[in-house]
């Protein structure tokens, strides 16, 4: 079954280190995206990729880098981990039209 | 954000009953989508409208795109169907589609 799979479900940080969540899909899709969720409020866009080997800056990708070595893979990097970055990320995949849009289960995320 | 304002923001619904939520928008959108997040945080997609209605078992949905609004209709709420239901609107933005979510409306179902 095609699916978003994110790793790890949750993870704890030491502010000032570097912290890597992956997401992997197997639906084919050629975009796939990086939205963080705090408490009580909606997805905001960091980062996303409709190809390859290229990234683009969502709505707050500040503090935020993205990689996307492969169609199937796409990760995001928090170079210096900040306490203001504890949220629940969760990655997306989708194709030509929004249409088919799935997300992955999220991650959540404790910067101490 | 700003751009997507979901309404009501709570609401509360006994077994058997029904109610709409609504979605406005502050510019005009390609595409609404809704989605509905469970008890588990799991986000699953409901309806992606470009125009018109579309209908899934107890769920209904239309989006008017001159009048910049879309609904979300909920008949016969069963205790599963408690979580947070989001939108979001569909904008093309330097040459590709962006999803912007509104802050959700959080149903609780009650026996």
């Known amino acids: 079954e095609a699916a978003v799979t994110q790793s790890p479900r949750s993870k704890v940080a030491v502010t000032g280190g570097k912290v890597t969540l992956s997401c992997h899909q197997t639906n084919n899709h050629d975009y796939m995206y990086w939205y963080r969720q705090d408490t009580g409020h909606g997805l905001r866009l960091i980062h996303y990729?409709?190809?390859?080997?290229?990234?683009e800056k969502g709505d707050i990708p500040d503090g935020y880098k993205a990689s996307r070595p492969s169609q199937e893979n796409f990760s995001l990097i928090l170079e210096l981990a900040s306490l203001s970055q504890t949220a629940v990320y969760f990655c997306a995949s989708s194709g030509t039209t929004n249409s088919d849009y799935t997300f992955g289960s999220g991650t959540r995320l404790l910067v101490i | 954000g700003d751009q997507v304002e979901q309404s009501p923001s709570a609401l509360s619904l006994h077994e058997g009953t029904g109610s709409a939520l609504r979605c406005n928008f502050t510019t005009t959108m390609r595409a609404v989508q809704w989605f509905q997040q469970n008890s588990r945080g799991s986000l699953i997609n409901l309806f992606y409208l470009a125009s018109g209605t579309k209908e899934n078992g107890r769920l209904k949905s239309t989006f008017n795109s001159k009048e910049s609004y879309s609904t979300l209709h909920i008949r016969d709420a069963q205790l599963e169907d408690s979580g947070t239901y989001f939108c979001a609107a569909e904008l093309y933005q330097g040459g590709s589609a962006k999803l912007i979510f509104g802050e959700g409306t959080k149903l609780t179902v009650s026996s």
């Open positions: 990729s409709y190809v390859a080997d290229s990234t």
